[in-house]
């Protein structure tokens, strides 16, 4: 037990739905961050939180779509996905910005 | 700037053998060092973490890293290995400043029995 969770941990989704991957932090952390990670390639950084500030959005498309209301929660809203989207989507938190990152378990993501 | 480098993509043990994960580094400024462990179809783990403290870190389930300056490395190793260590494992970098937080692009355990 991480202290994060992550809904759904699978979800498999067409190209024109729109869904949402919850996170939410029990840690009293400041920051949280969403990855991608796919198959044979590095952690790919989406998007950083800072006391319910974006401070960082690595060119995502804007297909994603990032919500912060408050510091324990952290939604990443999907919509018009392409198949080459499907991955693992993983939900991290840390103290401070850039401080230890703790992980959830990750969402799986496919998109047909 | 910042950067972490995983040599070796895969790595095979067997059973009892010793670990050894390799982490080099560059960075401009005395590092904060990570480790994290990550099982199948499960998010990361932190194994260990070094902050400047000793530079030998003992981490969870028998890891350990040892920071070396001279050689900007920070190599993992398991005395022996078993069979749920068999896993995907990054090592991460961050400058104390809080400014830069890199992942490598990780290296696959695999234990043989």
């Known amino acids: 037990e991480t202290g994060v969770t992550q809904t759904p941990r699978h979800l498999v989704m067409g190209m024109t739905n729109k869904k949402s991957l919850k996170c939410e932090q029990h840690?009293?952390?400041?920051?949280m961050y969403w990855y991608k990670q796919s198959a044979k390639k590095p952690l790919e950084l989406m998007f950083v939180?800072?006391?319910?500030?974006?401070?960082e959005n690595n060119s995502v498309p804007s297909r994603f779509s990032p919500e912060c209301p408050n510091s324990s929660h952290l939604f990443l809203h999907l919509h018009t996905l392409q198949p080459e989207d499907s991955a693992l989507y993983l939900c991290?938190?840390?103290?401070?910005?850039?401080?230890?990152?703790?992980f959830g378990p990750g969402t799986r993501l496919t998109v047909l | 700037a910042q950067s972490v480098t995983q040599l070796g993509s895969h790595v095979s043990v067997s059973e009892g053998a010793l670990v050894l994960l390799r982490c080099n580094y560059s960075s401009s400024v005395p590092p904060y060092l990570f480790w994290y462990v990550q099982y199948p179809n499960q998010g990361l783990q932190l194994l260990l973490k070094?902050?400047?403290?000793?530079?030998l870190v003992k981490g969870i389930n028998g890891f350990e890293a040892e920071f070396k300056k001279s050689e900007t490395s920070f190599h993992l190793t398991k005395p022996s290995a078993h069979m749920s260590d068999a896993a995907e494992y990054f090592c991460?970098?961050?400058?104390?400043?809080?400014?830069?937080?890199?992942f490598g692009t990780g290296t696959s355990l695999t234990v043989i029995p």
């Open positions: 840690l009293g952390h400041n920051a």
């Open positions: 939180y800072s006391l319910e500030e974006r401070v």
């Open positions: 991290a938190s840390s103290r401070d910005y850039k401080d230890t990152q703790y």
């Open positions: 991460a970098v961050s400058d104390p400043a809080g400014n830069q937080f890199y």
């Open positions: 070094y902050t400047s403290a000793a530079t």
